[in-house]
């Protein structure tokens, strides 16, 4: 019997992969961002061509919203403070977790001039990832990031 082999988080060695079959996965179901004020994250998120559709509701208030492209966010209205660094990407420690959202965008170089003019300025880029792939970062109202990518 062949053993299938993965890599150990860390190091370079090999540990033993389980030859069950892999739980299915259909797709991704929804993004959840933590906010403070759901007016100003849908000023932001609307420019993005995103709707509110839900919300809030639940007992930690969350705001649902929809893109035509089928992406769904769930804002999470739990923020505490208006403004906070965002622990993952704004301390010298780096922590476990995940970093932003790459949406696909036709065409970052208009994106950036509206996102510029409605005042949110790039925190990234336009940067060339490899031939044909491009990308630009900017920050929602509570620093969250989120990636504009362009596809060659």
């Known amino acids: ?26 797709g991704l179901a929804h993004i959840g961002i933590r906010v403070h004020d759901l007016a100003r994250s849908l000023h932001f998120y609307g420019l993005l061509g995103f709707t509110k559709t839900t919300g ?26 208006a403004k906070e660094p965002n622990v993952l990407m704004d301390v010298p420690a780096k922590h476990a977790g995940i970093t932003h959202i790459a949406l696909l965008c036709p065409d970052i170089l208009a994106a950036k001039a509206r996102l510029e003019a409605e005042g949110f300025p790039l925190s990234g880029g336009p940067l060339e990832f490899f031939p044909g792939a491009h990308g630009i970062f900017v920050r929602d109202p509570d ?9 060659g």
Do not use: T, W, Y
């Open 143 to 151: 620093g969250n990031v989120i990636e504009l990518h362009q596809r």
């Open 56 to 81: 809030p509701i639940g007992p930690e208030p969350v705001a649902i919203l929809d893109h035509p492209s089928g992406v769904e966010i769930n804002l999470v209205l739990n923020a505490p403070l």
């Open 1 to 26: 019997m062949q053993q299938k082999m993965r890599a150990n988080p860390g190091s370079l060695q090999c540990v033993p992969m389980s030859s069950a079959p892999p739980i299915p996965v259909q």
